[in-house]
């Protein structure tokens, strides 16, 4: 029994979702009392440190498989979401959309996204600026 974790186009975030998910995401506006604006897009998007390669190491050594997928043995990809702050810092980390029937796969994807270190803040016009990143994990048992 082999059992992987897999994160899948780290880059073109939205290319996992279908084009109506896409639409609603990139179009949301989400106010907020600081006034300043989230994007979903920018010039240089945020960075885990080390870059892609970093990230995927990081969630696939700390993703811990939940001991009742030895009876589940679920497979699937949860989508997860979360703001780079300018300071590097994420806020808002939720689960968008879960692998169906396995709460415990999508708890564990979430606790990994809170316990990630400050990223490299995104950049629009060469302004560190507030950036909604959406992170696919793929699942594999």
Not at 6 to 11: E, G, Q, W, Y
Not at 45 to 50: A, L, S, W
Not at 88 to 116: F, P, T
Request: net charge positive.
């Amino acid at each position: 029994m082999k059992k992987s974790i897999v994160l899948t186009a780290f880059i073109a975030t939205f290319s996992c979702l279908n084009a109506q998910e896409t639409d609603r995401i990139a179009t949301a506006k989400v106010s907020n009392t600081s006034g300043d604006s989230l994007f979903t897009k920018v010039d240089v998007m945020p960075q885990f440190p080390g870059g892609e390669t970093a990230l995927t190491r990081y969630v696939a050594s700390n993703y811990h498989y939940p001991s009742v997928a030895k009876k589940d043995r679920l497979e699937g990809t949860l989508y997860l979401s979360f703001i780079v702050e300018k300071d590097g810092s994420l806020s808002n980390e939720k689960i968008i959309r879960g692998i169906k029937g396995g709460e415990a796969y999508n708890s564990e994807g979430l606790r990994v996204i809170k316990s990630m270190p400050d990223w490299i803040p995104g950049t629009l016009k060469g302004e560190k600026v507030r950036v909604q990143f959406i992170l696919p994990i793929r699942v594999t048992y």
